[in-house]
């Protein structure tokens, strides 16, 4: 019993020590900030931090990718880019950039999307979209998704959504590619996001989102947002939308479409993501970050003369597209 009751003082002893050094802690960085320095922690994503890649690093690396890189997906290892001008996928290894294969598809791949086990490119100028295994690139089908210029698609967990610029939205079942349905949204369908329940389409010649129900494909409402949306990513309630005429994002609430912000970013945005705390967003010669809880923009990273594109987070580092045969890594 004594030994027992030693071992809860014990506990008790150190729990007391460590609330008193965290109350320490918060007082003298309350009271040693210099006026005006903000005093706010930084938020980061739990794999920055293990990695020791909570701060914004001084230094950007490139990465030469020949075929004009656009659209980019990570799949748990490695990145793969899809390059336009070059109808190919590129595999690269984030650690290092170095890439592991290149491998053909149809023409003009725009959008790239992993489903858990195999990577998926829409092939704008085939009308098709290609399924390959992400373990080594092989191969396992095209498939036609008939009178579409196709753009960047999404994945419900068990079917991958291909928006086509002929308003609709294509629904393949990811297991063997098959043909379940084409549902319509507004002029221009460009890119779709998940939010564990319904696909969210952007479309650009209408200014507006379109929400379906993933199930069945049924229209729930067509919410306005800015002139030219490209781009769409969830942050785990909101839906952030890049509005590519208008140099804007809009903030969306899943819930019921509601415009919760519209927030300036530099001119011509075109891509979006999302990394676990903030949001970035590509396009023109810049990638802006803001602070998903309002918008805030935390900072705008030059990339010289080159226009970026697609943008994906790899749980550490964010990658972007160029025109330039470059991948960026920040």
Known sequence: MKRSMMGILVILAVLTLASFIAGQATRVASTSAPQGVSQEIPVANPLQVALLKWYR???TTAFHVPGQPCGLAFDGAN????????????????????ILGVFPVGSMPCGVTFDGANIWVSNGGSGTVTKLRASDGKTLGTFSVAGQFLFWMAFDGTNIWVPGEKTAVTKLRARDGEHLGAFGTGGGAMSAAYDGANVWVTNYTDGTVSKLRASDGKDLGVFAVGGGPIGIAFDGANMWVVNSQAGTVSKLRTGDGTVLGTFNVPASPYGVAFDGANIWVSGNTAV?????SDG????????????TTGVAFDGANIWVAGNDDVIFKF
């Open 79 to 98: 990145i793969w880019a899809a390059n336009y001008r070059g109808s190919t996928v590129t595999k690269l290894r984030t650690s290092d950039g170095k």
């Open 288 to 292: 802006a970050e803001l602070r998903a």
């Open 296 to 307: 805030k923009v935390l900072s705008i990273l030059k990339t010289g003369t080159i226009q």
């Open 57 to 59: 690093a001084n230094e």
